[in-house]
């Protein structure tokens, strides 16, 4: 039915059962400012610009049993958020005011609610009471829509607002669930030798298609462990494959890395090329593993292109040999590769090197 504001009013739409406890809660505390971005039945807010949620004729509902909308916060059509709380009478003259929250779609939402039950009348708008902008902050994750959770229970006098609108300062942060076990992907990172796995392709729950079409089969946890790339390519539990733009061969070597951690006779591989791959999949234990590798292929021919993917991936160490090798050579500087460098940046710290290592 509609109540006097035209807000509507469900008393059986919710049940009033307490959701699962907040998996997590973050401490400190976050002061907001009310403001028109409340929640409320008359407003359909976006679910980061909320700051208040917006409770008419409170005092009325807090004189009788009952549960009560107050409103749903949205990046979409539908609502991501919705909110509602219940009325019932506490010990004394007491009454117990249960704020919940129910997630309309799946993932993990920041809520920051003030926790105190102590209200104010706000000097500019004698129509409104607000309780104070002290937040505390609660984690809530949803694996399936329409996850109901109780916020908070607040415990109010009958006569405790003067105005007949209360607020209650809210913030709200969103963020993905991850379908990954993330323990799961910490210790992958410290036992990073599963050769047998993909040679064996025992229990593949994945597979992988290179630009020849050739398929690989794989484990989709040991390709969310160590590629924050590959990690978000294949989040998504309906995903079953992935084609990744590389030739037979880059593929072999990605994942023999990812199963191993190393590459096997890396000296004899194009180190250049292998730290394309890493670049191209986030992969720094490969850069780290190659930029030594490499310093033992560094020629006359090849040390301006290796000092510029030095620069390229911020590889200090490398840089610096390749910076040595200059110096230890100046035929380098009558090569082709230093007669089209047009990085200037590079070039500095390549003179600054020079200047500053003179014996």
């Not at 539908?78 to 019932?88: G, H, I, K, N, R």
């Not at 607040?154 to 007949?164: G, P, R, T």
């Not at 993905?176 to 036992?191: E, T």
């Not at 050579?329 to 500095?348: C, M, S, Y």
Request: aromatic share 12%.
């Amino acid at each position: 039915m509609l109540g006097p504001h035209g807000e509507m009013i469900f008393l059986d739409a919710f049940p009033a059962r307490r959701g699962p406890p907040p998996q997590e809660e973050i401490s400190g505390s976050q002061c907001v400012d009310v403001n028109k971005d409340d929640i409320s039945t008359l407003h359909k807010r976006q679910t980061t610009d909320a700051r208040g949620l917006c409770i008419y004729d409170i005092n009325e509902k807090l004189s009788r049993q009952g549960e009560y909308d107050i409103g749903g916060t949205y990046t979409g059509p539908e609502p991501d958020l919705w909110f509602y709380f219940t009325t019932s009478f506490g010990p004394g003259n007491k009454r117990l005011f249960n704020l919940f929250v129910c997630l309309r779609k799946e993932g993990s939402f920041n809520i920051g609610i003030s926790y105190s039950n102590e209200s104010s009348k706000n000097t500019h708008d004698s129509s409104r009471s607000y309780l104070p902008n002290q937040l505390k902050w609660q984690v809530f994750k949803s694996s399936q829509p329409n996850e109901k959770f109780l916020l908070k229970t607040f415990f109010f006098s009958l006569k405790q607002f003067e105005a007949d609108t209360l607020c209650i300062p809210i913030l709200i942060k969103t963020s993905p669930i991850s379908p990954f076990n993330m323990d799961l992907i910490k210790q992958i990172k410290v036992n990073h030798d599963f050769g047998d796995l993909l040679s064996k392709q025992e229990k593949s729950n994945f597979s992988v298609q290179s630009s020849s079409g050739k398929q690989y089969q794989v484990h989709k946890i040991i390709l969310a462990a160590h590629s924050p790339i590959l990690r978000n390519m294949v989040k998504s539990e309906a995903v079953s494959s992935l084609f990744l733009d590389i030739n037979d061969n880059d593929m072999e070597l990605l994942l023999e890395f990812l199963y191993t951690g190393t590459i096997k006779n890396i000296l004899k591989q194009d180190c250049l090329h292998l730290l394309d791959i890493a670049g191209k999949f986030q992969l720094n234990n490969l850069f780290f593993l190659v930029q030594y590798a490499i310093a033992e292929q560094i020629n006359l021919t090849n040390c301006m292109e290796m000092a510029v993917i030095s620069e390229r991936y911020k590889l200090t160490d490398l840089q610096s040999t390749v910076f040595k090798f200059i110096k230890e050579h100046p035929g380098v500087f009558e090569t082709d590769g230093w007669k089209n460098l047009d990085d200037v940046i590079l070039a500095k710290k390549m003179f600054q090197y020079l200047h500053t290592n003179i014996v």
